[in-house]
Antibody, heavy 118, light 106 residues
Framework: QVQLQESGPGLVKPSETLSLTCTVSGGSIDTYYWNWIRQSPGKGLEWIGYIFHSGSSNYNPSLKSRVTISVDTSKNQFSLKLTSVTPADTAVYYC????????????WGQGTVVTVSS | EIVMTQSPVTLSVSPGERATLSCRASQSVSSNLAWYQQKPGQAPRLLIYGASTRATGVPARFSGSGSGTEFTLTISSLQSEDFALYYCQQYNSWWTFGQGTKVEIK
């Protein structure tokens, strides 16, 4: 069955760039939409953005100026970059699969904790 | 942005009893609503989509209803593994989540 696994640094300094990768195993990255979602005590669950295997993407308007999501189909991976981070970006970051324009997230990674601190 | 409001914040229920969780949208989301269950240290798990369709492998004791702005998740007879956090999520306009309802043992 399809599984997702996030990877990346657990600690990022303020003003720097948060970079995470999600590896898709057990299935192809084609056909579905691939999302990043974060969860923090202060803001709860927050959708960050998605990418399609073609490279088409869409981002949460509140984060759009700082977010880039990219895909590497040869590695079955997609990645998140969030620039100019502050402590407010401290959260558990999840990658998740969305069916073709279904709108809901049927498979999630286990999540990775990212702390923004000097 | 569509704001999702869940109530109550905490629901205390005895095993075997029925639990009813509510989710309200700040504007109509039609039936574009999903419910998730989250246990400590785990990712959310999809339970319901399309307001009332159970996801694959979800027990029949979970049911969803509603449309427009008012939605309900019902757990007909709570099992020990059902004590968890539950979130609603709309996908009618962008994607937003409720703040969650914690179902705890009474």
């Amino acid at each position: 069955q399809v599984q997702l696994q996030e990877s990346g640094p657990g600690l990022v300094k303020p003003s720097e760039t948060l970079s995470l990768t999600c590896t898709v195993s057990g299935g192809s990255i084609d056909t579905y939409y691939w999302n990043w979602i974060r969860q923090s005590p202060g803001k709860g669950l927050e959708w960050i953005g998605y990418i399609f295997h073609s490279g088409s993407s869409n981002y949460n308007p509140s984060l759009k100026s700082r977010v880039t999501i990219s895909v590497d189909t040869s590695k079955n991976q997609f990645s998140l970059k969030l620039t100019s981070v502050t402590p407010a970006d401290t959260a558990v970051y999840y990658c998740a699969r969305e069916g073709l324009r279904s709108g809901y997230f049927d498979i999630w990674g286990q999540g990775t904790v990212v702390t923004v601190s000097s | 942005e569509i704001v999702m409001t869940q109530s109550p914040v905490t629901l205390s229920v005895s095993p075997g009893e029925r639990a009813t969780l509510s989710c309200r949208a700040s504007q109509s989301v039609s039936s574009n609503l999903a419910w998730y269950q989250q246990k400590p240290g785990q990712a959310p798990r999809l339970l319901i989509y399309g307001a009332s369709t159970r996801a694959t492998g979800v027990p029949a004791r979970f049911s969803g209803s509603g449309s427009g702005t008012e939605f309900t998740l019902t757990i007909s007879s709570l099992q020990s593994e059902d004590f968890a956090l539950y979130y609603c999520q709309q996908y009618n306009s962008w994607w937003t989540f409720g703040q969650g309802t914690k179902v705890e043992i009474k």
